[in-house]
């Protein structure tokens, strides 16, 4: 079998999973597609898509398609393996140390998990702004690191079951095979493989999958294919990409990705570095866009997104006069555990002048999206409640 890898020209579109050439009155079929968005994309010095952000301001619904679902690895992506190349190793910690192969892991009983994923790094500039260092960045110019997929596959715990955990089993360390070096390394450290390792609770969780399709397709390479671990709830650099090797431990090994960028602490030499794991609970608007609008009095809507990797979603409020009141928004139906909800609120504005909207989500275990970000050092996981500019004009 051999795989054809999809690289599309920029006079291509996507329509659906097919890229479709611009014509010059750009009709597909002789209809026209209400359907233009297009990826913001970041190419290699060899001109490959490399990264991709999502204009999640721009699309309806809870998926993200995966054409324009956003792309993010540390050291560039590593040359595609086939699936009948691949296997995965699993040692360490277990009775019977196993290679499996593609087709070994898809016979086992497979599993679905709609999910939202969220860069650590996403809206990072933001920080900056609430410390009065940057100008306002607008969530519509910089597109965002966070998308919302179906991903299917097996539950880790499946395939750990089958090499039998010992009883010294804690951590597994999950590895991709694309090597290189850190933003931040040190002079000192050698190039090595994308690693992290999961407390093996979170390893077990039903939900924590070895996912190998993704919105209803095969996963693409730039997700991580053939196999990528999906770990629902927790930030983006959990879900280990182009995974080749499960190594459980019994104790949590010193990766890179744990205490050197992916933890809150105010220094790297702070002592008290905690490891960053769920995503925190946050709400975004997402129209009125954010780029300050200037809209007629009369009726609007305001409509957003919620998640949080702790619980689920029950309420979100909206205020219109900057956080001295607060509105009851509406949330749409349906509320899934590892899913962001979208929520709604009728603005009857009849005074023309300028407005300061804002949305504020709390979660089931009640933990409420703050005002002020949580500093940290390496300006992760920004969640704070962000203030839109809308000016409202007489009718
Ligand atoms: N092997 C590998 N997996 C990886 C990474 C990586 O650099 N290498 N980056 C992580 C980060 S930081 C994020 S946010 C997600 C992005 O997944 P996506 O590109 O499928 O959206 O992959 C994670 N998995
Ligand atoms: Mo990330």
Redesign the pocket.
């Known amino acids: 079998m051999t795989t054809e890898r999809r690289v599309i020209p920029p006079d291509f579109v996507w329509i659906g999973s097919s890229p479709v050439k611009v014509k010059e009155d750009d009709k597909w079929m002789g209809w026209e597609s209400p359907n233009t968005i297009q990826p913001k994309v970041l190419l290699d010095d060899q001109g490959r898509v490399n990264r991709i952000r999502a204009p999640v301001l721009d699309l309806k619904g809870l998926t993200t398609p995966t054409h324009l679902?956003?792309?993010?690895?540390?050291?560039g992506a590593p040359e595609p393996v086939r699936p009948e190349d691949w296997a995965l190793a699993i040692d360490g910690e277990v009775k019977r140390p196993l290679s499996l192969t593609y087709e070994d892991l898809l016979r086992l009983p497979g599993r679905t998990v709609r999910t939202v994923?969220e860069?650590?790094g996403s809206d990072a500039d933001f920080f900056e702004y609430f410390k009065g260092e940057k100008p306002r960045p607008y969530r519509d110019e910089q597109a965002m690191?966070l998308?919302a997929g179906e991903f299917t596959g097996v539950p880790l715990g499946a395939v750990l079951d089958l090499a039998g955990l010992t009883g010294k089993a804690a951590w597994v360390r999950a590895e991709?095979w694309?090597k290189g070096l850190p933003a931040n390394a040190t002079p000192e450290l050698q190039p090595f493989y994308?690693d992290k390792a999961l407390p093996v609770q979170k390893a077990l969780h039903p939900d924590t999958i070895l996912a190998y399709a993704m919105n209803g397709e095969l996963l693409e390479h730039?997700?991580?294919a053939p196999i990528r671990l999906l770990v629902p709830g927790w930030?983006?650099?959990w879900?280990?990409?182009?995974l080749r090797r499960l190594q459980v431990m019994d104790s949590e090994p010193d990766l890179w990705y744990h205490y050197h960028f992916y933890y809150y602490a105010s220094s790297p030499e702070d002592p008290e570095k905690e490891l960053i794991t769920n995503i925190m609970v946050k709400s975004i608007i997402t129209s009125p866009k954010d780029q300050k609008v200037v809209l007629p009095a009369g009726q609007h809507v305001i409509r957003g997104l919620a998640w949080g990797g702790s619980g689920l979603i029950n309420r979100v409020e909206v205020s219109v006069d900057g956080g001295q009141s607060w509105n009851t928004a509406h949330l749409e139906e349906p509320r899934e555990r590892w899913m962001w909800v979208r929520w709604s609120h009728l603005w009857d504005v009849q005074e023309p002048g300028e407005y300061a909207i804002m949305s504020r989500a709390t979660d089931e275990m009640g933990n409420v999206q703050p005002r002020e970000p949580r500093y940290n050092n390496m300006r992760k996981n920004f969640n704070a409640i962000v203030p839109y500019q809308v000016t409202i004009t007489a009718r």
Do not use: A, E, R, T
């Not at 679902?69 to 050291?75: D, E, L, P, S, T």
């Not at 879900?239 to 182009?242: A, N, P, Q, Y």
């Open positions: 679902f956003y792309v993010v690895q540390h050291f994923m860069c650590s690191i998308s991709g694309d994308y730039l997700h991580g930030s983006g650099n879900s280990v990409k182009w």
